[in-house]
């Protein structure tokens, strides 16, 4: 059984930094595309970031040149270093877990899910 387990949320205020973490167990990591989406109350789910297995990766328009995903497979983790916050950042971070990179994008496609992790930012 493949889980995924976030950490890092928390509230912080704009212009703020926070880092998001999720870590793997259960299934070959390294094997994985890994993205991040987010959801905001009564909002749909959206995509946030992905990473391939080789490290290529693409962002939302949204947070380019703000948000950066990585990871380190020794630790089955994958990362979201997120800088210059705002509040429309504001929601509920979800680490995701996909066969391949195209899939990583695509919340209907994608294979493993976290339980999500609280993001606020105060203005």
């Known amino acids: 059984q493949v889980q995924l387990v976030e950490r890092g949320g928390g509230l912080v205020q704009v212009g703020g930094s926070l880092r998001l973490s999720c870590t793997v167990s259960?299934?070959?990591?390294?094997?994985?595309?890994m993205g991040w989406f987010r959801q905001a109350p009564g909002k749909e789910r959206e995509f946030v970031a992905r990473?391939?297995?080789?490290?290529?990766?693409s962002y939302a328009d949204s947070v380019i040149g703000r948000f950066t995903i990585s990871r380190e497979n020794a630790n089955n983790t994958v990362y979201l270093q997120m800088n210059s916050l705002k509040p429309e950042d504001t929601a509920a971070y979800f680490c995701?877990?996909?066969?391949?990179?195209?899939?990583?994008?695509?919340?209907?496609?994608?294979?493993?899910w976290g339980q999500g992790t609280q993001v606020t930012v105060s203005s």
């Open positions: 995701a877990a996909a066969r391949n990179y195209l899939r990583a994008r695509d919340l209907k496609l994608v294979d493993y």
């Open positions: 259960g299934g070959t990591f390294s094997s994985y595309a």
């Open positions: 990473i391939s297995w080789s490290t290529s990766t």
